[in-house]
RNA sequence: GUCCCCUUCGUCUAGGCCGGCCUAGGACACCAGGUUUUCAUCCUGAGAACUGGGGUUCGAAUCCCCAAGGGGGCGCCA
């Protein structure tokens, strides 16, 4: 029996980029396999190209894992005793290693630049490869090494031979990526390596980097990849609807979104798909990740955004909503709360998500409220919507108020049947006279927030524009 | 080119390890009806898949082999 041991996993992004959905569902296994097993969640930054590194992206990082509410127990901002955890702050550890490695004799110099020394017969052979679209011609040293096997718990055992030695530390003096990822993860006491099934194949290269240095490796987890919604490959940050910032202006619930990315490449036991982020993290397990890629289908995200906005607190939504009102500039101080609240009240359930608040709401806050072309053409096909609107005009000046829902219902309908139309007829132009769309929250409650006095000064405008 | 991974409805998937309960279930999307005298809400319903070929077996979506297709790697990027 051998002790228990805590879980560690890491999230280790290189800020060469915004962040994306790939990344942050990388950084969700990691973050819930950890809370799964009582575990640490590290965050540490592979930051050694220097070319590359900006601290803008940095920030986005951080921000969108705090958005996400996938915290770190140690890290940059976390502290943690196997520090520091920006890689461009570990140049003492990595000489350190670099040290043991020389010392087994599998690092020699070539053009500046420190390589690994794979073990096996060599020879020179022609290849051919990949650069962008043409397939080219060249010479290399092949190794014939031992294949190793990668334990992966989700793929099984994975046989696969390196064949050519690899920097470890580039002519720059800067240690590469394959050295520097497995120092820190021997060095951090990373238990569970967890990442995209890109690094599948660079992983050979890891273990033997493990051996030399006499460690066991970790156990690997090689996720499935996100592959775009349509076209070809793998979701890239360049790809539209693939950047985590992007869902976060667009006022996304991050519990939404969370709770999105969990079921690619996973699914609960009991056939749930919108599930409190707690029952996700007791039921999550390594092995019932899936093998296959997933496409990101944005529908379906909306989709489990709507659910979750439906099933927000009041209070929380009102303060949300009214946030991004105030950002849209559709109110200010001036604009009564109450108001603004019995608005919000009657939209949200329209909603399929917060971004559609102020288009929702707009009409509200407005009497320049534009008209929308195109439901104006339908209704005109129908009729002559600013004439049925002129008819109704002087039977709602007589109203009191538009409180009463039966006394206006059948104030119309006396219209109506004055003209020997049907009732029906004459909602769709009021609703489009007072509002510009053709659709939004139910008729009458909306007539009634607005008031009398501006329901007809909103239809006069109507007929006269 | 080469190595590695994968392959159930349009998409995400259940089932596969332990072959018969699968005339393959759910969700999103789509379509059709209905309700709401407006509506992007709600309700009901329909269509929609085991990549192909061999094998093993009384029996295969489920096990084995091959092929095809998809994805990824093959950087002094990470």
Redesign the pocket.
């Known amino acids: 029996m051998s002790a228990p041991v805590t879980v560690r996993t890491r999230f280790?992004?290189?800020p060469?980029g915004f962040f994306h959905i790939g990344g942050a569902r990388t950084a969700l296994f990691n973050w819930l396999y950890a809370r799964h097993t009582g575990g640490n969640f590290v965050l540490r930054v592979?930051?050694?190209?220097k070319?590359?590194n900006n601290e803008e992206f940095l920030r986005v990082i951080y921000d969108s894992l705090q958005w996400l509410g996938l915290d770190w127990d140690e890290g940059p901002g976390a502290g943690g005793i196997v520090g520091p955890y920006k890689?461009s702050e570990r140049g003492e550890v990595y000489r350190e290693y670099l040290k043991k490695l020389q010392d087994t004799g599998r690092v020699y110099e070539?053009?500046?630049?420190l390589w690994f020394r794979l073990e096996g017969k060599r020879e020179i052979i022609r290849?051919?490869?990949?650069d962008g679209d043409n397939?080219l011609d060249r010479e290399?040293e092949r190794v014939n090494a031992a294949?190793v096997i990668?334990h992966?718990i989700?793929?099984?055992?994975?046989?696969?031979?390196e064949?050519?030695d690899?920097?470890i530390?580039?002519?720059?003096g800067?240690?590469?990526?394959?050295f520097?990822?497995v120092v820190d993860d021997i060095a951090m006491k990373i238990t569970h390596v967890i990442r995209?099934?890109?690094?599948?194949?660079?992983t050979?290269k890891h273990i033997e980097l493990y051996n030399a240095f006499g460690v066991t490796p970790p156990i690997f987890a090689?996720i499935?990849?996100i592959?775009k919604?349509d076209?070809?490959?793998?979701m890239?940050k360049r790809d539209r609807g693939s950047l985590v910032e992007e869902y976060r202006a667009r006022h996304f619930l991050p519990e939404a979104l969370r709770n999105f990315l969990c079921?690619?490449?996973?699914?609960p036991?009991n056939?749930q798909?919108?599930l409190p982020i707690s029952e996700i993290i007791s039921q999550f397990e390594l092995t019932?990740v899936?093998?296959?890629?997933?496409?990101?289908?944005e529908?379906?995200?909306?989709?489990?955004n709507?659910q979750y906005l439906?099933a927000l607190p009041e209070t929380v939504y009102y303060s949300k909503a009214k946030k991004i009102l105030r950002e849209a500039r559709l109110v200010n101080d001036a604009v009564s709360p109450v108001y603004t609240d019995a608005v919000l009240a009657l939209v949200r359930?329209?909603?399929?998500g917060l971004e559609d608040i102020p288009?929702?709401t707009g009409c509200f806050f407005s009497e320049n409220y534009p008209f929308?072309p195109k439901?104006r053409e339908s209704l005109e096909k129908k009729g002559n919507p600013a004439e049925k609107i002129r008819r109704l005009i002087p039977v709602l000046e007589e109203l009191d108020n538009l409180d009463d829902e039966a006394a206006f219902?059948?104030a119309?309908?006396r219209v109506?049947a004055e003209y020997a139309d049907?009732?029906?007829?004459y909602?769709?132009p009021l609703?489009f006279a007072v509002s510009g769309?053709?659709?939004?929250?139910?008729?009458?409650?909306?007539l009634r927030l607005l008031g009398k006095e501006r329901v007809i000064a909103r239809m006069r405008r109507f007929i006269q524009g």
């Open positions: 280790a992004p290189s060469t592979e930051d050694t190209d070319e590359r890689q070539k053009e500046d630049a290849e051919k490869y990949k397939i290399v294949p990668v992966d989700i793929r099984g055992d994975v046989r696969r031979a064949d050519r690899f920097v530390v580039r002519a720059n800067e240690p590469g990526f394959h520097v990822n995209g099934e890109d690094h599948l194949s660079n050979s090689h499935p990849l592959l919604s076209g070809k490959g793998k890239s079921l690619l490449g996973w699914t036991k056939g798909e919108i019932d899936h093998q296959a890629n997933a496409r990101f289908d529908k379906k995200m909306c989709f489990f709507q439906r359930d329209k909603l399929s288009a929702r929308d439901t219902d059948s119309l309908a109506a049907k009732p029906g007829e909602y769709a609703r769309v053709g659709g939004g929250p139910h008729l009458h409650a909306m």
